[in-house]
């Protein structure tokens, strides 16, 4: 495999890779917290259709993000009335997101599809583009995708480094406990789920303005599932899910480099392959039980009762 050939791989696999990045980092924070929430692909959705129809009608991409990420946020709030107020189930509230962003986002963009908006346009580095490789590799993409890169050092360090984030994973090891010490359990994991919504609304974001600049019904395809998937597997760690979500990215676009290199197999095979690896990816999980409750919030997926 020659450089040029290597390079557009790993360039594709980051492009790809991007939103995983971006949802996953959401979902990581809301889950240490102790809140799973299943509808990331809702909220996807709901960012990428009002994010898109806000461009098209601004002409402004800079509104489309925001838009977006209020689309999220207010999905995210939803899901927090229903599971921390009204003590409903976690899973259940978080797959009836996903249907209802799912549904809502077909209706809001049905006389938009197939539209386009100008996307994001790379940026090139000065000086640093021109180094070899590394260059074109690292330090010329699209504005998004920088973005991507700073939140995940921010949120690598305030997981880490913070008092905020130790409070966060206080509250998501043992919500009573930290009532008793004066931990406002529920604003925190009111932040975490507003987070969570926020950062799914720019992954949509970038799916319908930056990796393909129209809308269509469904285009996230299934990133929001994946997602869920690479937290587990990135055992709530932020390096983890840097390198997963490129991994998954570059399982994403396998099909297009094999039928490229003149692979007789059938293309929907093919396409199935990052659905094949997170399954893997989950069977691998589930034969190690002890390493992910050790890593997993005690207290995740759990209602919280003040009362109790």
């Excluded at 000065?126 to 074109?136: A, D, H, R, T, Y």
């Excluded at 899910?241 to 396998?254: E, K, Q, R, T, V």
């Amino acid at each position: 495999m020659d450089n040029v050939l290597l390079l557009q791989i790993l360039t594709a696999a980051i492009k790809t890779g991007t939103p995983l990045l971006l949802v996953a980092l959401g979902e990581m924070i809301c889950e240490k917290s102790g809140v799973l929430n299943l509808g990331q692909e809702g909220m996807m959705l709901m960012g990428a259709v009002c994010g898109f129809i806000t461009s098209l009608t601004t002409g402004s991409l800079f509104l489309g993000i925001l838009a977006a990420m209020v689309a999220g946020m207010l999905m995210s709030l939803l899901f927090g009335v229903i599971s921390m107020h009204l003590k409903a189930n976690q899973v259940a509230t978080g797959l009836a997101l996903t249907i209802f962003g799912t549904g809502l986002s077909a209706f809001l963009g049905a006389s938009y599809v197939g539209q386009t908006v100008p996307g994001f346009s790379n940026i090139e580095i000065p000086v640093l583009s021109q180094i070899p490789f590394i260059g074109e590799l690292v330090f010329n993409h699209d504005l998004l995708i920088y973005i991507s890169w700073v939140l995940a050092a921010l949120i690598g360090w305030f997981c880490m480094k913070t008092r905020a984030g130790l409070i966060l994973r206080a509250v998501g090891e043992n919500p009573h406990n930290a009532n008793a010490i004066g931990l406002p359990v529920l604003k925190v994991r009111y932040m975490a789920i507003l987070f969570g919504g926020a950062m799914a609304g720019l992954a949509g974001s970038y799916m319908s303005l930056a990796y393909t600049p129209m809308w269509m019904e469904n285009m996230t395809g299934g990133r929001g599932w994946i997602a869920l998937a690479l937290v587990v597997f990135a055992s709530w760690k932020t390096r983890n899910i840097i390198l997963g979500a490129y991994l998954f990215g570059i399982a994403s676009i396998m099909h297009l480099v094999l039928q490229g290199l003149g692979m007789k197999i059938s293309p929907n095979l093919l396409a199935m392959l990052p659905y094949v690896a997170t399954l893997v990816v989950m069977i691998f999980i589930g034969s190690n039980r002890m390493k992910e409750k050790l890593s997993a919030p005690m207290s995740l997926g759990q209602t919280y009762d003040a009362k109790a």
